[in-house]
Structures are given as structure tokens and as C-alpha cells.
């Protein structure tokens, strides 16, 4: 039988990839809200999250567990070319090297780190989000909504913050950027919250689909079985 995805599922993933190339270039400025130090990456990053719930609510593990490696391909290879074209001889005339190499030249230890919490932030994010679906028999799509990010969230930055900065920066600062990422990342997908609901509502209602994983492989490996 030939396996098909609907257009609206490739949108969302489209869209789920390009948070997540935008979130890593985005990184590299540091900003301040309200007195609060974050990276600009904070602006997009969570939208994949957001991403990742609705189609593990509408379409099941087995898809979710597939736009995330697609995501992972993405990073990777955005940081791979990256990293060629650093090596690559500039233009004579071209003066822009230095910044061009700060964007695009993430250090090999934070590249890492970026994209094992993102494995496994995302996993976990659709392993809770697919769970409490079945336990919940459904209902409380918000309550699953909010559980389900907090959870990711928060072991992506327990991964990428000890990864990325041990050694570099004071343990009380890197442990205040973890409670402060997550939290912050977390409250964004509050706030969107009414959005997406009123989202998941429509496409399950232009799908006709709401998969429940009862029969499901949650081995991430399984990546043919979509």
C-alpha cells in the first residue's frame, strides 16, 4: 500500500523545519524582555513545539516521530554547510567575513548540544503529548498541550545548557538560564494556547483524522514505520 501525507501535514512541517533552522541562527543574539536575558532564538523556537503537538494530536506518534527527524536532517545539514562555507576563501572585496562567520560558525561543542536536546526534547514532547491522549481518552487537549511542552522544554535545556556552556559559564547562571529558557519558552505556548486549539480543531475537522497511538511503536528508530 502506498503511504501518502496530506497537504496540510507537509505545511506543517515545512513550517515546523524552518523554526527550527530560523531558532539556531536566531541564537546567536542575545536580547533583554523586561530585564530578562534570552537569546533571540526564543522568538520561534517554541512554534516547533506548538508544531509538534498538533500533529502528534491530529496525525499520531508514528508522524510526529518522522517530521523530527526531518528536523534533526535540517539542522544538521544547515550547520554542515555552514561550516563549508566558513572554509571556503572569501572575495577580496568582501568585508564581512567576521560576521558572517559569528552566524554561521556555531562552535562544534554548541552545535552538538543543539541538536541532542533537540532529539530529545521533541521525542518527549510527542511521547507525552501521545500518552496522555490515550490516558485521557482524548479530552483536555490543552492540560496534554501545556504538560507536553513543559516536559520538552524543559530536558532540551537540561541537555543543551550543561553541553553547550559547562566550564564556560558559573553553575548558578547556567542552572538560572535552564529554569528561565524553559519557562519562558513555555509561557509563549500559553499565550497561544486559544490559537492552537482552534487550529488542531480545524484540520482534525478538515482531516477527518485523530489517531489514537494504542498500537504504536515509540521507538524513535522506527523511523520507515510513518
Known amino acids: 500500500m502506498q503511504k501518502k501525507v496530506s497537504v496540510l501535514f507537509m505545511l506543517l512541517g515545512i513550517l515546523f523545519n524552518i523554526c527550527l533552522v530560523a531558532s539556531n541562527l536566531l541564537e546567536t543574539k542575545v536580547i533583554s524582555l523586561f530585564g530578562i536575558t534570552a537569546t533571540a532564538g526564543l522568538i520561534v523556537f517554541p512554534i516547533s513545539y506548538i508544531i509538534n503537538d498538533c500533529i502528534a494530536e491530529i496525525w499520531g506518534f508514528r508522524k510526529a516521530r518522522l517530521i523530527i ?12 554547510f555552514g561550516k ?45 503529548m501521545s500518552k496522555m491522549k490515550i490516558a485521557t481518552n482524548g479530552k483536555y487537549f490543552s492540560l496534554r498541550a501545556i504538560v507536553s511542552t ?16 559547562i566550564g564556560l559559564i558559573p553553575t548558578h547562571e547556567m542552572l538560572l538560564m535552564i529554569i528561565t529558557q524553559a519557562g ?41 514505520d510513518f
Not at 564581512?96 to 514532547?125: D, M, Q, T
Open 69 to 80: 527527524w526531518c528536523g534533526f536532517l535540517s539542522n544538521f545539514l544547515i550547520i554542515a
Open 84 to 128: 563549508i562555507a566558513i572554509q571556503l576563501p572569501a572575495a577580496p572585496f568582501w568585508q564581512h567575513e567576521e560576521s558572517f562567520n559569528f552566524v554561521f560558525g556555531l562552535a562544534p561543542r554548541v552545535a552538538v548540544a543543539s541538536l541532542i536536546a533537540f532529539l530529545f526534547g521533541s521525542f518527549l514532547n510527542a511521547y507525552v
Open 150 to 165: 513543559l516536559a520538552g522544554e524543559s530536558i532540551d535545556s537540561l541537555i543543551f545548557f550543561p553541553i553547550a556552556f
Open 184 to 224: 519562558l519558552k513555555s509561557l509563549y505556548e500559553l499565550i497561544i494556547l486559544p490559537v492552537t486549539v482552534r487550529v488542531v480543531k480545524y484540520i482534525k475537522q478538515v482531516e477527518n483524522s485523530d489517531v489514537y497511538d494504542t498500537n504504536t511503536s515509540f521507538n524513535i528508530l522506527k523511523i520507515k
